[in-house]
């Protein structure tokens, strides 16, 4: 009796399986397509726009480019920079300026390589009369922080030979004291680039819709292997160990905890010294944050991240006195100039989230900067 009952099950599960191996090869089955199962990043670099670094954890990957849709597009230069792309020779006569940030730099919100605040910053100082030339590197990656921003400097940056130096920082370290437990060089926070290195079976394994049904739905297989560039954030799975994956709103009681700030103190100060060292200006700059609702506990514009945010600011400041740098204020000038709209329209048009600008709002951005560093006589 036991024997048949047992032979029934093995047959219903042998049935089962059968089916889960034929049928979504033939049929489209929602959940089980061949993209959702086994999606090209695995295996096609070209599906990435960031590649691993060894210092940097990731980077623009040279020569990427794609087309959102017909009004987004973006690419990077043949060295990884975000385009336009510049010659690592510094031409005679010109004036180099290097722009250090995350996403914001980068030029996320704006819709085209020609739009972000970097491009725009060359156009407007270009368009001026006279006999110098004034190239602008884009060295801003989404997600960065001063702790990549520094290495950056060291590393990617000054074999350009900069003349000028523009840190535009605040919010994204304003979300690493956020974070639980700080710690002095970011590993609460940042997770390094894993490294797979498969076993010949998984080649095998992989021809099976079984294993990749599991693989996807009972693993965080694919989430590890997804595109670094906006995830790679420590998130406690609720096990002793660690995970990839879109950070929460974590809970926070309390003033928020000194390590962050101290540490962003820190990577400034560096930055300017750096920057000094090698004959270069450097320039800082407060960073514009909008908040469509300010008392909400939402972790990218909410409550406390205002309040994380405006200490960044603060310190930005201090550091710009302390060591006698160039301080350019486009915290105040954005968001006043945004507030305005809102409080006309109803709208504001600079901000296309809470601290990505939109085209208008990268063309504003630059012509106060470069009217800011024509008086500053910076350039």
């Known amino acids: 009796m036991r024997g048949r009952v047992l032979g029934k099950v093995l047959l219903t599960l042998l049935g089962a399986v059968l089916l889960l191996e034929t049928v979504p090869r033939f049929v489209d089955v929602p959940g089980l397509e061949p993209e959702t199962l086994d999606p090209p990043y695995l295996d096609s670099a070209e599906d990435r726009a960031f590649e691993p670094h060894p210092y940097l954890i990731f980077t623009p990957k040279p020569g990427y480019s794609r087309e959102v849709n017909a009004e987004r597009s973006f690419s990077h230069s043949a060295s990884g920079f975000r385009a336009p792309d510049v010659p690592l020779a510094k031409p005679a006569g010109t004036v180099r300026i290097a722009c250090l940030g995350g996403s914001s730099t980068y030029g996320t919100g704006p819709s085209r390589d020609d739009t972000t605040w970097t491009s725009q910053l060359a156009a407007t100082l270009n368009a001026s009369p006279g006999e110098t030339a004034f190239d602008v590197l884009n060295g801003g990656v989404p997600s960065w922080n001063s702790f990549e921003c520094l290495g950056n400097l060291a590393f990617r940056v000054l074999p350009y030979d900069p003349d000028v130096v523009l840190v535009y920082l605040s919010t994204n370290d304003a ?42 739905y009972a693993t965080n297989y694919l989430e590890q292997r997804a595109d670094l560039g906006f995830v790679g954030k420590v998130v406690p799975d609720g096990d002793a160990g660690q995970r990839l994956a879109r950070y929460e709103e974590p809970a926070i009681d309390g003033p928020l905890p000194e390590q ?90 600079l901000f296309a989230n809470n601290v990505h600008l939109t085209d208008e709002g990268a063309a504003l951005f630059a012509k106060r900067l470069a009217e800011e560093l024509r008086r500053l006589g910076i350039v």
């Not at 309040?307 to 960044?312: E, P, S």
């Open 260 to 349: 962050a700030f101290e540490s962003f103190r820190r990577n400034l100060v560096s930055m300017v010294a750096i920057s000094r060292a090698h004959g270069a200006t450097p320039v800082l700059m407060t960073q514009a944050l909008w908040s469509p609702d300010p008392a909400s506990n939402h972790l990218l514009h909410g409550r406390l991240r205002l309040l994380a945010h405006a200490r960044m600011t603060t310190i930005v400041r201090e550091v710009a006195a302390e060591t006698e740098t160039a301080l350019v204020e486009m915290k105040g000038f954005l968001e006043d100039e945004a507030q305005r709209q809102f409080a006309t329209t109803g709208t504001q048009t």
């Open 175 to 216: 979300e690493t004291a956020l974070w639980p437990d700080p710690a002095a060089d970011n590993s609460h926070y940042r997770l390094a680039w894993p490294t797979y290195r498969p076993s010949p079976i998984e080649g095998v394994l992989e021809r099976s819709v079984l294993y990749l049904t599991w693989r996807k």
